[in-house]
């Protein structure tokens, strides 16, 4: 029987106990017996070679068509790839981050645990594992100079922690009426959160109680991000309604029109000009920032609801979810690039390595693997506004950091 993730979410999946394994645990075996045809007559593995042949010829005979993205990234893919093995785990991770400055990662499980790696292309060392919270450990961040993490949880507490000690900073306890969904970590010491019941709270390390709270939606807040300045704050909502707040004035600052699904993730580009919203129903809308009330432009990609996004650089954007694939797009132009990687179960969340080197993603197998997506920066230089995209195809190519090889010529849709 099948397993339906659609409606599985932080939410959910602190209570959860549901087993996600196999039954019979077995794979599947494919019958080529071709005894049942008749003599003369093609199989199918002949129908299939006879197939493949004519698709290398079409191929060759389109080598010299190829443009530039295509065959940066053939170069790419014939180079070793190397990334640090995967971490898995013996409780469902929901969420994870990358320290800004040293590698490290940082993964909050189901428990309310916290598990410190360092990790290498060799291996990944376990440095420390805090028990923090009482129940799921719902966001974690590292605050800006990578010297303190902040957790936060389904039991309303706000915990901040001393990474290379793990001695507790402070904690807010009961710091929310409703569970705590999501936390932003600031400058000089603030940091803002977000709750199941749609309140925001800013709050500073240095003091015991938020200097405000705003209330702007009754469902759960999301996500949230700020630019550089930090003067606005854009909070998604699962009501499906962008909210931005300003900081300064602490007040509303503009609420958008009502969108279908929930908004579950964003992502800033072009030097912070550009926000990307992610939802539930696969679609992504680009605003102005500043212009919150309505998106300038709607992209569709997989029909699956999309849970998180991850900048890698100014123009590309990595994203993630219920189908455990995790996509490229090149936004300026829009243009598919193809797989980054797979998960055999939904993806949780992603994150990005301090140097840029590496992509995370965590999925509901309890594991956490890794990506070497530095071949982004060749292949963004050469994206051509003018070139026409076979969007179908695009999507389900394999990029260098794939584990999965393309049964064809790489990218040869395109041409």
Request: glycine residues 6%; proline residues 3%.
């Amino acid at each position: 029987m099948g397993i339906e993730f659609r409606d599985l979410d932080k939410k959910s999946i602190d209570d959860s106990d549901t087993d996600f394994s196999d039954e019979s645990g077995e794979m599947g075996v494919l019958d080529t017996d071709t005894d049942d045809y008749e003599e003369g007559e093609p199989s199918n593995m002949e129908e299939a070679e006879n197939e493949t042949l004519r698709s290398n010829s079409e191929l060759d005979q389109s080598d010299d068509e190829e443009d530039e993205v295509v065959k940066a990234i053939k170069v790419e893919k014939s180079k070793p790839r190397d990334h640090p093995p995967a971490i898995t785990c013996e409780d469902f991770i929901v969420d994870m981050s990358f320290s800004p400055s040293h590698n490290l990662i940082a993964l909050a499980n189901i428990m309310g645990d916290v598990l410190l790696y360092e990790y290498n292309n060799d291996e990944n060392k376990l440095l420390n594992t805090l028990e923090l919270h009482v129940k799921a450990c719902r966001d974690i961040e590292f605050n800006e100079a990578g010297d303190i993490i902040f957790t936060a949880g389904k039991d309303k507490a706000i915990i901040a922690t001393d990474v290379e000690t793990g001695k507790l900073k402070r904690c807010y306890e009961n710091a929310h009426e409703e569970p705590v969904y999501k936390l932003l970590c600031l400058e000089n010491n603030k940091f803002v959160t977000g709750d199941d019941g749609g309140t925001v709270k800013l709050w500073d390390l240095r003091k015991p109680d938020p200097f405000l709270s705003i209330k702007i939606g009754d469902e759960h807040v999301s996500d949230m991000i700020t630019n550089e300045s930090e003067k606005y704050l854009v909070c998604a909502g699962g009501d499906g309604v962008l909210t931005s707040i300003d900081l300064k004035g602490s007040k509303i600052y503009t609420t958008s029109e009502d969108y279908d699904s929930e908004l579950t993730c964003m992502g800033l580009f072009r030097s912070d000009t550009k926000l990307l919203v992610g939802s539930s129903k696969g679609k992504l809308y680009l605003f102005n920032w500043m212009e919150f009330g309505l998106h300038s432009d709607e992209y569709v990609g997989e029909k699956h609801s999309l849970q998180c996004m991850v900048p890698v650089t100014q123009n590309i954007v990595v994203t993630s979810g219920e189908d455990g694939i995790l996509r490229a797009a090149h936004m300026f132009p829009q243009r598919q690039l193809g797989i980054v990687g797979q998960h055999s179960l939904p993806v949780e969340c992603l994150d990005i390595s301090h140097d840029g080197q590496y992509i995370a993603s965590c999925s509901h197998n309890n594991d956490v693997k890794f990506w070497n997506i530095s071949y982004f920066e060749t292949i963004d230089s050469l994206i051509d506004v003018n070139h026409k995209q076979n969007k179908r195809k695009d999507m389900s190519n394999n990029l260098p950091s794939s584990s999965v090889k393309n049964a064809s010529d790489f990218f040869s849709g395109l041409v």
